[in-house]
């Protein structure tokens, strides 16, 4: 079965301490993965599409990385409004496309 | 603002009723997702339909039913409702599976209580 795995559950930060959110995963057959970032009472807002072990992606001070059992989100010098859950979801290459999503990882970044 | 439009935002019901959950994907999406996000099961996939046609089922429940519609709105009903349904339903659009990049654009959800 598809199951996607987020730790740590919350993270504390300081304004400008950098850090890691962790993303296992296991699919029969990886489409792609994703990361989602959501602000409390709202939809999830897309962030960044991995496809194969050994891709990253950047926008901002976010930086997504891809291997074969895990992703990593890495948060660099952030900032409050950095603040939010960051969900990760897998899409497997079967199963009629559906995707599945990670508990997410709450993190709270103080000034 | 992502063109996913839900209605209603809010709905306060009793146990035992039914209510039907609207949602109007993005212009040009064919494909519709619904998902139930609560505090302790984060976001759970419920159903998937592409160009009116069911694509892909989750945990979805006996109770609960749903349908794309040839405008390609979709609408979530839910029936006999009970405590435990409480929660956030979130609707999502993609052009097409396998034809894009993969993600979802997601509505504001309609948060729903059951009393």
């Known amino acids: 079965e598809d199951q996607v795995t987020q730790s740590p559950e919350a993270l504390r930060l300081q304004e400008g301490e950098s850090s890691s959110l962790n993303c296992s995963y296991t699919?029969?057959?990886?489409?792609?993965l994703f990361w989602y970032r959501q602000d409390p009472g709202k939809g999830p807002e897309f962030l960044f599409t991995l496809y194969s072990a050994g891709e990253e992606k950047e926008k901002e001070r976010l930086k997504a990385t891809l291997t074969k059992k895990e992703s990593f989100l890495h948060i660099t010098a952030p900032k409050p409004e950095d603040s939010a859950t960051y969900l990760c979801a897998v899409q497997a290459r079967t199963g009629g496309f559906k995707t599945i999503f990670g508990a997410g990882t709450r993190l709270f970044v103080k000034a | 603002d992502s063109g996913v439009t839900q209605t209603p935002k809010h709905l306060i019901t009793a146990t035992g009723q039914r209510v039907t959950l609207r949602c109007s994907p993005r212009s040009g999406d064919l494909s519709v997702y619904w998902y139930q996000q609560s505090l302790d099961q984060g976001l759970q996939f419920l159903i998937q339909?592409?160009?009116?046609?069911?694509?892909a089922k989750g945990n979805i429940l006996e109770r609960f039913s749903a349908q794309q519609f040839p405008d390609l709105h979709s609408e979530l009903n839910l029936s006999s409702l009970e405590l435990g349904d409480s929660a956030l339903y979130f609707c999502?659009?993609?052009?097409?599976?396998?034809?894009?990049?993969?993600?979802?654009?997601f509505g504001e959800g309609s948060r729903l209580t059951v009393l």
């Open positions: 339909y592409y160009n009116g046609e069911e694509r």
């Open positions: 999502a659009s993609s052009v097409a599976p396998g034809t894009n990049t993969g993600e979802l654009f």
């Open positions: 699919v029969s057959g990886l489409r792609g």
